[in-house]
């Protein structure tokens, strides 16, 4: 991937800074969704130092080079992951703590396919975007039970 990226800013002529090949790497290293703070965060960790600026610009930049993705979930701010090798897939996000997964489902696939087919439209990419409870915290299962429980009331 950091191969990737040289050539892809020495084709545009851009410079290829430490401070752009350090958050690249912990985009590029990490299995998870992340927003500019969890790379500022992570850069602190490593002993790095890029200001605010730098990290969404850079961010910015491996959007348009095509090397990350951004995702809106609806939580005030951006999360970007990997984008190279890898195979479209859609999110579930939890309200209550933030978790993001991510899931395929070739059903679901053919499903979208054929909705657009009946259209006339011409899908180029999508998002899948499910929002509800994970069962990974306390406070996330007694948003479930919550639910279930208005839910049976009505």
């Known amino acids: 991937m950091m191969q990737v990226l040289r050539g892809e800013l020495r084709e545009r002529e851009l410079p290829f800074t430490h401070q752009r090949e350090a958050i690249a790497q912990i985009l590029f290293e990490s299995t998870r969704h992340m927003s500019a703070d969890d790379v500022a965060a992570a850069l602190r960790q490593r002993g790095e130092h890029a200001g605010k600026a730098t990290v969404y610009r850079t961010l910015a930049l491996l959007v348009e080079l095509g090397l990350a993705t951004e995702h809106d979930f609806d939580e005030g701010f951006k999360r970007y992951e990997t984008q190279v090798g890898a195979a479209q897939h859609d999110h579930m996000i939890c309200t209550e703590c933030g978790q993001v997964s991510t899931f395929t489902n070739p059903e679901l696939d053919r499903i979208l396919a054929e909705v657009a087919a009946e259209h006339g439209f011409e899908a180029i990419t999508r998002q899948v975007k499910v929002f509800g409870t994970c069962s990974e915290t306390a ?14 009331t009505s």
């Open 139 to 152: 406070s996330c299962r007694d948003a479930q039970q919550a639910y279930r429980s208005v839910r049976s």
